[in-house]
Every structure is written in C-alpha cells, then in structure tokens.
C-alpha cells in the first residue's frame, strides 16, 4: 500500500473519529433544546445577510433543522467514513464527506471553531484531487508537502514571533502539560520533570517545526527523515495530550512523503492538468497564508476571507501565547442556598482525586470550551449562559452531556459558579492523599439575578 492509499484510508479514520464524536454531541449541542440550536442561528444569518445566505453559510442545514435531520447528517458522515475506509468511490465519498463537515462547521459557532475542524476540510477539498490520478500530480503532490509544512512552520512561527518570553527562554513547557485544555495521565508525569528537561524539549520542538519541514522539499533520503520525525513527534503529542484528532490527521498528512514526484506527469491528460491546476491554486493560497504570519498585508486578509477561499484554508498554530495557570470553573446548583451540589463534566478536571482522562482522537466539546471559558476572567460568554439556563431548565439533551447530574429528580432552583486555580500535585503529594490536583479557591463569578443566584464578584 503506497503512501496516497494509506492517506486516504487514515483520513477514513480521522472522519470516524469526528463525526461519530459529534453523534452523541449534536443533540446537547445544536438540537432545537440544545445550548446553541442551529435554527436559531440560521434564522440570525437569514435575517443579515439575506439571500447572500447560502454563500456566507454553505450548509445542509438549509434543507431542515429539525433534530431528526441534525442526527441523519451525522450518521450519514459516520457510514460514509467507513466507506472511505473501505475504498469505496473514494472520490465521491471524500465530496460527500467534506460537504457534510462542512455543513456541521458552517453552523457550528462557538463548538466547532477549532482549527482542526477547518484543517479537516482543507485536507479533505486537498485530497479529492489527490485522489483522482495514482500516481497523483505533480504540482497536486506537491500542494500536499507544501501543506504539511506550511502547518509546521505556523505552529512554530506563531510562537516565536508571538513575544511570549516564556517560548524565549524555553520555559513553557513548564506550564504546557498543566494547562492544556484537557490533560491526560501522562501529562502528570511529564509536568515531574525537572526545568532542564522541560527547555531541552521546548528547543526540540522549534527544531520539528521550524527546521525540519526544509527537509520534505529535498530528495526522498531527506523526505523519509522528515516523516520519521513527524510522525515520532505527533505520536508524542498523542500520548502526552488531547487535542482532538488533531494529531491524527496530521499523520495523514504525512503520509504522501512517502510517495514521489513523477514529473513527466505533469499535465499529460487533461484529468492531471485539472489536478495541477488545483495544486497550484492550493500553492498559492498557503504561500498568502505563510506570508500573513510575518509580512500581513490588507489585500491578504480580504483574499482570505472570501468564502470560497475561507471554506478551504485557514491559518493555523496553536498555544502562540502559553497559559501560565489553570483556572477552572465549577458549576455548583442548590434549591435552598446552603447545600452546594457540583455538576461533573466528563473530562475536565473536578474532583481532586479523579485522575485525569484519555479521550482523543474524540473531542468533548463542552469540555474544551469550559477551558476557553474559565480564561474570560469575568466574562460570561453567551453559549455559557444558555448552558445555565438548560441546567435550570433541566434539559435531558444537555445534561446528557456531562458525567453525572447532581439533581436527577428535578433541576435546582439556583446556580453558581466558582473560580479555583488548579495545580498538578507532586509525587509526595500523589503518594500520600491518592489526588491528582490541587486548587486554590479565587472567587464566584457575578451571574444575572434571573433565577441563578449572584455570587459575590471576582
């Protein structure tokens, strides 16, 4: 099996992973009592943008918005990754499947706003072409290495060029496995380590992502040690964190460095000069987006931001400025105003001894953006509010989504939230009390006197 077959099928995978993540999700999430339904949403973009609608929103979801039509498109992206899987029409079922992730990403707002979700998508628009012609085109082949390193040299680039003196000095790493998102087991272990190790990784992974991208662009020799190292360093993030299918993908995008350019190819029917024209158009719109990074100009951002540019490549690179502490928020109800019960998330840290979670390649994405949340200091973004009020309203939908609801008979009358800055425990601490964390109490965030109760502010 070459390296465009192997693509293809891993991209199978990372499909899977998203939409059947997404089925148990999207009723708690976008269902007409879900926290942001997407009838309501379609009906604010109807209203602003008229009959432009269609081009600024592309999505499936014009057709209905009914919660049996929200799950259909879900299962039907969750059967199509298994077809892709199995080699079925490849072609036609990688259109199909982008046009459904699509939909999903389109109406998705605060929950689908991950720059995996979009990179899903370009890889996807990349690979219809790439699989049109074995061996692919020339400049198509080339399109996709370029893709590769374009993602690398952004999630290096965005990091030096950010300021952030803690990527300076090399120190942060010492905050990384703590306050991402959703940290896993490992990630406990590796925050052990003293300062030293955490540096000499931090050098490393600049190495990874600023140097050795060069080497996809040199003979095969080269390009086999860029894929060793690629792939080493996106297991390691694989192991040490959750970020999703993330990761996965990436090894996706990996795999055509296996394959090499056979340019005699280069436009010899007119099916490969269709293939080499998309590969140049996609090799001119990463060149725009590289450029952005470190020479923005206007007319770059509005070219980017066409739709039609937009729905097929966005910029990329995560943790430009590295988050220092975790804070976290805990959602607390009552019916008296005395006892105190906590709602438990799946994922995200709450009880001390709870040892933190495996779950990428899936995503909860509740969970993740309780993260973003608890960073708004005293700002309460408006999916979190209506996340409340369905905690107040008791919706099962909702309420399906996390681990354990405190009130099972019937939702509290009150709700607070507190702040509490969250710390990995050390070794002596694990060996002694069996926890995983510790945390500091900070303060109640100020909530809206309409039936949750108003804490004291930060």
């Not at 459904?100 to 899903?120: I, P, T």
């Not at 090799?283 to 450029?291: P, S």
């Not at 008791?394 to 939702?411: C, Y």
Request: aromatic share 16%; proline share 7%; glycine share 6%.
């Amino acid at each position: 099996m070459n390296g465009q077959a192997i693509c293809l099928h891993l991209l199978g995978v990372v499909y899977l992973c998203a939409f059947s993540s997404l089925l148990w999700q999207v009723r708690g999430l976008y269902a007409r009592s879900g926290i942001l339904p997407i009838r309501q949403f379609l009906r604010s973009i109807s209203h602003v943008y008229g009959r432009r609608r269609f081009v600024e929103v592309p999505t499936l979801f014009w057709l209905g918005t009914g919660d049996g039509w929200i799950l259909s498109l879900a299962w039907a992206g969750t059967l199509l990754s298994l077809l892709l899987l199995a080699d079925v029409y490849p072609v036609l079922i990688l259109a199909l499947l982008f046009a459904l992730y699509l939909s999903f990403v389109s109406v998705g707002q605060d929950f689908l706003s991950f720059q995996w979700d979009r990179l899903l998508l370009e890889v996807s628009f990349l690979a219809f072409f790439f699989a049109l012609q074995t061996p692919p085109s020339p400049l198509m082949l080339l399109a996709w290495w370029f893709l590769l390193a374009r993602l690398m040299w952004s999630s290096g680039l965005v990091k030096f060029l950010s300021g952030d003196p803690n990527w300076r000095n090399g120190k942060a790493l010492c905050f990384h496995y703590e306050t991402q998102p959703l940290p896993n087991r490992v990630a406990w272990y590796m925050h052990q380590l003293p300062v030293w190790a955490h540096q000499a990784s931090t050098f490393v992974m600049f190495a990874v992502e600023l140097l050795v991208p060069f080497l996809i662009f040199g003979p095969f020799s080269f390009r086999f040690v860029a894929f060793c190292v690629l792939i080493f360093f996106q297991i390691l993030l694989i192991v040490t964190g959750n970020f999703a299918f993330f990761n996965l993908l990436t090894i996706a995008m990996c795999m055509p460095l296996l394959s090499s350019i056979v340019w005699s190819n280069l436009l010899a029917t007119p099916l490969g000069i269709l293939c080499d024209m998309a590969g140049l158009f996609f090799i001119a719109i990463n060149c725009v987006q590289l450029l952005r990074l470190v020479w923005p100009k206007q007319w770059m951002i509005r070219f980017l931001q066409t739709p039609v540019v937009s729905n097929i490549s966005s910029s990329y690179g995560l943790f430009a400025v590295m988050t220092t502490e975790r804070l976290e928020l805990v959602i607390e109800g009552s019916d008296d105003k005395i006892l105190w019960q906590p709602y438990a998330f799946r994922h995200k840290p709450g009880r001390m001894d709870r040892p933190p979670t495996q779950i990428a390649p899936f995503q909860p994405r509740l969970d993740w953006q309780m993260w973003f949340a608890a960073l708004r200091g005293g700002w309460i973004d408006p999916w979190l509010r209506q996340f409340l009020n369905h905690l107040l309203m008791g919706s099962p939908h909702v309420l399906a989504l996390l681990k354990e609801n405190p009130f099972p008979v019937r939702p509290p009358k009150y709700l607070r939230i507190g702040v509490y800055r969250y710390h990995f425990t050390d070794r002596t601490a694990r060996r002694e009390t069996g926890q995983w964390w510790r945390r500091v109490f900070i303060g109640q965030l100020p909530l809206p006197e309409d039936g949750l109760m108003h804490p004291r502010p930060l």
